[in-house]
């Protein structure tokens, strides 16, 4: 059995800079909190909260703070956020992902100059949340192809169309192109973060030649989701794990070669466990 692994598996530049910054923190020995958790990946997260790291998750929870360091996860969060922060004037650290960051100062000025902004993306997902809260009540997110059919700008208003930075990027044309075949004056800004690009890229390709794939990666993680969902167009012998537990090797017995790859929130522990461990079943085989 011949095991490979993609490239761009693991954490990307967004996610290591934000995980780096909370355990910076955690060994100041003072109170920190991050707003929900710093990444989507429960390994981690259960790690930091060992070392005194605590999530909130509500404004209710945020106001109640009275001392210590509050960390803004990688998705980052809504204007409304930053501002109650600013106003208890507790100590702040922004780990949000520089690339999502951009998203927000995008919406911030087209919203500014009276436009309507489009965020193709999860609605639900913390980082469409904290990107929604930088345009106001001028904001639509977009996930599905019914929505974009159904969708209608306000008479005379220019729109400008965002992404999620870990949307599928064929889905996002495809989305945009429905869009604009209403006739509105559209820009339309790719804001898919590169590496999620060359990560999807990278999986849709291994999946094509291999018998099976192992996507690993936190069960609340949207871009491992997708990349779960790319892979299993191209093998249907596509399973999800978090990590080595969730994976029973005696699967893999028939299969001559098995691909892996990783969402951006997965440590390069877990993936070292999990390829070491396809690695040795491969060798007990022969």
């Known amino acids: 059995m011949d095991v490979q692994l993609a490239d761009s598996a693991g954490f990307c530049f967004g996610v290591k800079r934000a995980v780096d910054m909370v355990y910076k923190e955690a060994e100041t020995g003072q109170k920190v909190y991050t707003y929900g958790p710093i990444i989507h990946n429960e390994e ?4 930091l909260k060992e070392k005194g790291v605590i999530v909130v998750n509500t404004l209710e929870e945020l106001e109640a703070i009275k001392e210590g360091t509050v960390i803004i996860r990688s998705h980052g969060v809504a204007k409304e956020v930053n501002e109650l922060l600013e106003k208890k004037k507790l100590r702040i650290v922004d780990a949000t992902c520089p690339f999502v960051k951009k998203i927000h100062n995008i919406v911030k000025e087209h919203t500014e100059q009276g436009e309507e902004v489009v965020i193709i993306g999860n609605a639900k ?96 993680s949207s871009n491992t989701q997708k990349l779960y969902e790319i892979c299993k167009k191209e093998c249907e012998n596509t399973y999800y794990i978090q990590t080595l537990v969730n994976l029973d090797l005696e699967m893999f017995q028939s299969f001559r070669c098995v691909g892996i790859t990783a969402g951006a929130s997965t440590p390069n522990n877990i993936i070292k466990e999990v390829q070491e461990a396809c690695q040795n079943r491969a060798l007990n085989k022969c």
Request: include cysteine.
């Open 125 to 220: 997902h913390p980082e469409v949340e904290g990107i929604k809260g930088w345009g106001d009540n001028n904001v639509t997110v977009i996930e599905t192809i019914e929505e974009a059919e159904k969708f209608q700008a306000k008479k005379g208003k220019k729109v400008c169309i965002v992404s999620q930075t870990t949307f599928n990027y064929k889905k996002f044309q495809e989305l945009v192109e429905i869009i604009s075949k209403k006739r509105y004056d559209i820009i339309a800004l790719n804001t898919i973060c590169n590496a999620t690009e060359v990560r999807q890229k990278e999986a849709r390709q291994l999946a094509k030649i291999s018998d099976a794939m192992i996507v690993i990666g936190g069960k609340t």
């Open 44 to 47: 981690v997260v259960g790690d």
